[in-house]
């Protein structure tokens, strides 16, 4: 199959691109905005920074993500501007397989030396350079030069090795060892299908269903109506619990998005649980927001 390139990507894949790798860079809180003015998604984010004494800065960042096939012109993005602006936005970040017009480029760095909203650009070749830092993004989406399923899925699969060991401790030491043995489990089982899917497509490749087969330890609060890649979803909500340490996981489906709270959990998500998260997440065609230590919103991707 022959690769494919970014602007051969979808609209929809393109915006969902953006996400995975603005998420992927250390951006969280991110929550889409929808329609742009364009018709398109638009994304608001947080980037956290720390000092040297220790003390944190929380960035806004907005960010528009749209596949253009020539340079950009400066009224482009002037219009973007007002809405980063109206919503107290530190950044605005351009997300382009296109670059800046030379006029653009000065307009841009005259706004940026008078205003405290930044405008920042993640040109077409920039954008090839992130991809080829994050393979597991580029063949998500079938655009690696050289999809390989191992190098890909190497970390996701190191999360599950971790937790096979992590049960293998328990059961030595004879604790309950069924939280990252059910975990496990469900990791090996998504990276065997996404292992399927880039051998077949040179691509993840995901088949949203119904959620059937929902685990005892999982409490409906209210029937769970939207779909989910069944792979994706066995591994997600089987690694929240067992990071969390939670007897069980509560869900209830509202505004767009199930929210799933980890029951009487006696540990929080913490950056390395989030990180996992995430990665699993990228794999399992789902948005997630962490709300608090013990809970999150996820929902399934929009169609491609």
Same mark, same amino acid.
């Given at each position: ?24 860079? $250390? ?8 329609? $742009?003015?364009?018709? &398109? /998604? ?11 004494? &220790? ?8 960010? !528009? +993500? *749209? ?20 919503? *107290?936005?530190?950044?605005? #970040?351009?997300?382009? @397989? ?5 006029? +653009? ?14 405008? /920042?650009?993640?040109? &077409? ?7 080829? @830092? ?16 191992? %190098? ?9 090795? *971790? ?14 060892? !069924? ?29 949203? @269903? ?12 209210? *029937? ?7 792979? $994706? ?15 069980? #996981? ?5 505004? $767009? ?9 006696? #540990?929080?998500?913490? &950056? ?5 998260? @995430? ?5 399992? !065609?789902?948005?997630? %927001? ?10 399934? /991707?929009?169609?491609?």
């Amino acid at each position: 199959m022959t690769l494919r390139t970014l602007i051969e990507l979808s609209p929809a894949e393109f915006e969902n691109l953006a996400y995975d790798l603005m998420q992927v860079s $250390g951006f969280s809180s991110m929550v889409w905005r929808t329609p $742009g003015a364009d018709g &398109g /998604r638009d994304i608001e984010a947080s980037y956290t920074l720390t000092d040297a004494s &220790g003390a944190e800065t929380n960035q806004r960042w907005y960010a !528009e +993500c *749209k596949r253009y096939s020539s340079s950009i012109d400066w009224p482009t993005v002037f219009q973007k501007l007002a809405y980063a602006n109206n919503h *107290k936005a530190d950044y605005l #970040l351009m997300i382009s @397989t296109s670059n800046p017009s030379p006029v +653009c480029e000065t307009e841009i760095s005259r706004w940026n030396s008078d205003n405290h909203l930044q405008i /920042r650009f993640w040109r &077409g070749y920039q954008l090839a350079s992130r991809l080829r @830092t994050h393979v597991n993004v580029a063949t998500r989406y079938g655009l690696s030069e050289s999809p390989s399923a191992a %190098v890909s899925l190497q970390s996701i699969s190191l999360h599950g090795l *971790k937790f096979s060991q992590a049960a293998e401790a328990s059961y030595i030491a004879q604790h309950p060892a !069924e939280t990252a043995l059910h975990a496990a489990s469900a990791i090996a089982n998504l990276v065997f299908q996404r292992t399927q899917d880039i051998e077949r497509y040179q691509r993840a490749a995901f088949i949203l @269903t119904p959620w059937h087969s929902i685990p005892d330890w999982v409490v409906p609060r209210s *029937k769970i109506l939207m779909p989910f890649d069944a792979a $994706g979803i066995e591994a997600y909500i089987g690694t929240l619990r067992h990071v969390t340490a939670a007897a069980a #996981l509560s869900l209830s489906e509202y505004d $767009g998005w199930v929210h799933v709270d980890a029951q009487n959990s006696r #540990l929080p998500i913490s &950056g390395s649980a989030a990180s996992t998260l @995430t990665e699993i997440a990228l794999w399992s !065609e789902i948005e997630q %927001v962490i709300t608090s230590p013990s809970s999150v919103m996820i929902r399934s /991707r929009d169609p491609q």
